[in-house]
């Protein structure tokens, strides 16, 4: 769609691909390796982006389980919860305070914060990682609320055959949709700007009409 992109991972390999990927068609990306807790990464991210001109939008999309894989409350290391909340929330938020100023300056400035069913239903084993992004969702909702010339969004994308969900339950072999299949629903936000709030993918997704 020409967006322009500043993308970033902890593994420059992975996001070399990526960046690889998307580039052309009147797109300029620029691919930032690091690690999103850094408060440094996070700065050189808002300064790509404002040497491309601004900031329109905001993807919180790191993630971390706390354990690997997933562990009852019980045996859940304190410091996998403190990682957890650390990625998930705290860098979440850092990025968005030090974007904020481009954000507001923009006509269509918007955040989205990728969330999880396991934020509101209670899945065994996924406790410290439902809690984290329980609390993004939090952020996400008082943020629209505190910002309302922007929109903000937290997603529930739903299932995926991710590297995140291999990680978090390596023995599950059922199989799961591929994360493209979301791609309408975030589009569907950019493309309607409903008010801010949390919404689920498959919500977000039209019904396939029958027979195609």
């Given amino acids: 769609r020409g967006w ?3 993308l970033d991972a902890r593994g420059a390999g992975p996001l070399k691909e990526a960046a690889e990927a998307v580039a052309g068609h009147g797109t300029r990306v620029t691919a930032v390796p690091g690690d999103v807790t850094d408060a440094g990464h996070r700065a ?6 404002r040497r491309l001109g601004g900031v329109d939008l905001v993807v919180s999309n790191a993630s971390a389980l706390g354990a690997e894989p997933l562990v009852r409350l019980a045996e859940l290391p304190v410091e996998g919860l403190r990682r957890a909340l650390e990625v998930n929330v705290v860098a979440a938020l850092g990025l968005v305070r030090e974007a904020l100023p481009l954000l507001r300056e923009s006509a269509a400035g918007a955040v989205v914060a990728v ?4 934020a509101v239903e ?4 996924w ?3 439902g809690a984290s992004k329980a609390a993004l969702d939090q952020l996400a909702a008082v943020l629209g609320r ?5 929109r903000v969004w937290a997603v529930d994308p739903g299932d995926m055959a991710t590297d995140l969900y291999a990680a978090a339950v390596p023995d599950d072999g059922d199989a799961r949709p591929e994360p493209a299949c979301v791609v309408p629903a975030f589009l569907r936000l950019l493309d309607e700007r409903p008010a801010s709030g949390r919404y689920t993918a498959t919500a977000l997704t039209p019904a396939p009409v029958e027979g195609r």
Avoid at 44 to 49: E, H, P, T, Y
Avoid at 122 to 125: F, I, V
């Fill in 115 to 118: 969330s999880s069913d396991a």
């Fill in 146 to 150: 505190e910002e309302p010339g922007l």
């Fill in 4 to 6: 322009d992109l500043v």
């Fill in 127 to 129: 406790g410290g990682y």
């Fill in 122 to 125: 209670a899945y065994g084993t």
């Fill in 44 to 49: 050189a991210l808002v300064a790509a982006a």
